[in-house]
């Protein structure tokens, strides 16, 4: 599967935004899917995954109640909605997923698929 992350961009402290993974090639919903950011300087982190029917989620502690990820199976794609940015939200989001994913919580080392990244900038 390939997958084209999209959406960021340069925004206000308090903005929101909605990123887009969609994908290609084999069904995506045979996989799970996460979002993962890195930071300048900091280690990539998970953010948010989401289950192959779509119905089970799961979030790193500093996007509960603010980012909200869902998938349109009909598109092939998964979002993140992301309200209420901070610049510590300041970095390139990756999406990723894998096949053989069991849990929506899972570390990036466990997911084969990649997308190339898309740079998110939250000014004060």
């Known amino acids: 599967v390939q997958l084209q992350a999209s959406g960021g961009g340069l925004v206000q402290v308090g903005a929101c935004l909605r990123l887009s993974c969609a994908a290609s090639g084999r069904t995506f919903r045979d996989y799970v899917v996460g979002w993962f950011r890195q930071a300048p300087g900091k280690e990539r982190e998970f953010v948010a995954g989401?289950?192959?029917?779509?119905?089970?989620?799961a979030y790193a502690d500093s996007a509960i109640g603010r980012f909200t990820i869902y998938r349109d199976h009909a598109k092939n794609t998964v979002y993140l909605q992301m309200l209420g940015l901070s610049p510590e939200d300041t970095a390139v989001y990756y999406c990723?997923?894998?096949?053989?994913?069991?849990?929506?919580?899972?570390?990036?080392?466990?997911?084969?698929?990649w997308g190339q990244g898309t740079l998110v900038t939250v000014s004060s």
């Open positions: 990723a997923a894998d096949g053989k994913l069991r849990n929506t919580r899972f570390e990036s080392n466990e997911a084969a698929y």
């Open positions: 989401i289950s192959r029917g779509g119905g089970s989620t």
